[in-house]
Nanobody
Framework: QVQLVESGGGLVQPGGSLRLSCVGSGIIFSNKAVGWYRQLPGKERELVAHITSAGTINYPDSVKGRFTLSRDNARNAVYLQMNSLRPADTAVYYC??????????WGQGTQVTVSS
């Protein structure tokens, strides 16, 4: 059974930092693409960071230079370091991966709130 568990969200002031974690079980992250997404109420989920199975990492312009994705194969975990946070970064953050059949697995999400 595949399970993704996110953690690390919380309340932070503008300009602050948070580090999100996504730990996988039942699936090996090191040979899979993994993405971090976020979702605001009433809006679609948007990609904020992505790592390919080969280790190539991409970010949209909205977070480039502020967010950093990393992968720890020994812990089967993927992290999202978020710096210089803005109120517009407030959202529920999810990690996602897929199996070889193309079936997507999502975590339960972790809330990030950026507010003074």
């Amino acid at each position: 059974q595949v399970q993704l568990v996110e953690s690390g969200g919380g309340l932070v002031q503008p300009g602050g930092s948070l580090r999100l974690s996504c730990v996988g079980s039942g699936i090996i992250f090191s040979n899979k693409a993994v993405g971090w997404y976020r979702q605001l109420p009433g809006k679609e989920r948007e990609l904020v960071a992505h790592i390919t199975s080969a280790g190539t990492i991409n970010y949209p312009d909205s977070v480039k230079g502020r967010f950093t994705l990393s992968r720890d194969n020994a812990r089967n975990a993927v992290y999202l370091q978020m710096n210089s946070l803005r109120p517009a970064d407030t959202a529920v953050y999810y990690c996602k991966t897929s199996n070889s059949d193309g079936y997507n697995f999502w975590g339960q999400g972790t809330q990030v709130t950026v507010s003074s």
